[in-house]
């Protein structure tokens, strides 16, 4: 069963705007992490952030974490084209040892 | 970039036949993952190990199995292969365990079983 999910599925924004992805899980977490992924190539780690943490920044992104939610935000400020890409949370459930869980993604477009 | 290379890259096979992935990684990591992604699925666990000889299953292991003799390899074995496991197959390595630390992907495998 897939444990998180995203929203939105698709983004399509112009170059400039800001670009807001939210990921949703079920259960209690320890950390929650954000990827990214070009098309055709593996994914790369963006930023983590831990379960007692509200929010954390790195460069142009922005994430967020609500546990009572049990939700996450990615922020993206002044997207580039070169922003374009899928992006994924990814987290470690309470109890869950070494594995981590992804979300079911979302594909952002920057278009110029 | 952390060295973790994947073969084959393409592999096209045909039903029945068995099928075997590999990782190599030069970064002496401990931690080795294999995940599967499909679309609307993201991706999906399928094995993973914490040291040599040592494995797990993940969310998705049956019809799978993982060998790790050597710290910087790790194999997935399709014993069978199904049309159902035509996907592309991520190695992943951590070297503190994904709950202090970042996971590092290979390229992808796409594998196709017709």
């Known amino acids: 069963s897939q444990q998180g999910e995203e929203d939105p599925q698709a983004l399509s924004i112009q170059e400039g705007e800001n670009a807001t992805m939210n990921c949703s899980y079920k259960?209690?977490?320890?950390?929650l992490q954000w990827y990214r992924q070009n098309s055709g190539r593996g994914l790369v780690h963006l930023i983590l952030?831990?379960?007692?943490?509200r929010e954390k920044h790195s460069g142009r992104l922005r994430v967020t974490l609500d546990t009572s939610k049990k939700s996450s935000s990615l922020l993206i400020t002044a997207s580039r084209a070169a922003d374009t890409a899928s992006y994924f949370c990814?987290?470690?459930?309470?109890?869950?040892?070494?594995?981590?869980?992804f979300g079911t993604g979302t594909q952002l477009k920057v278009e110029l | 970039d952390a060295g973790i290379t994947q073969s084959p890259r393409h592999k096209v096979t045909e039903t029945g036949t068995p099928v075997t992935l590999r990782c190599h990684q030069t970064?002496?990591?401990?931690?080795m993952y294999w995940y599967r992604q499909d679309p609307g699925h993201g991706l999906r666990l399928i094995h993973y190990?914490?040291?040599?000889?040592?494995?797990d299953k993940g969310e998705v292991s049956d019809g799978y199995s993982v060998s790790r003799s050597k710290t910087e390899d790790f194999l997935l074995t399709l014993e069978s292969a199904t049309s159902s496991q035509t996907s592309v197959y991520f190695c992943?390595?951590?070297?503190?365990?994904?709950?202090?630390?970042?996971?590092?992907f290979g390229e992808g495998s796409r594998l196709t079983v017709l």
């Open positions: 952030i831990r379960s007692n943490e």
């Open positions: 970064e002496n990591h401990r931690y």
């Open positions: 990814a987290f470690i459930l309470t109890g869950g040892g070494n594995k981590l869980t």
């Open positions: 992943a390595t951590a070297g503190l365990g994904q709950d202090t630390g970042e996971l590092f």
């Open positions: 190990s914490y040291g040599v000889k040592d494995t």
């Open positions: 259960t209690s977490i320890n950390n």
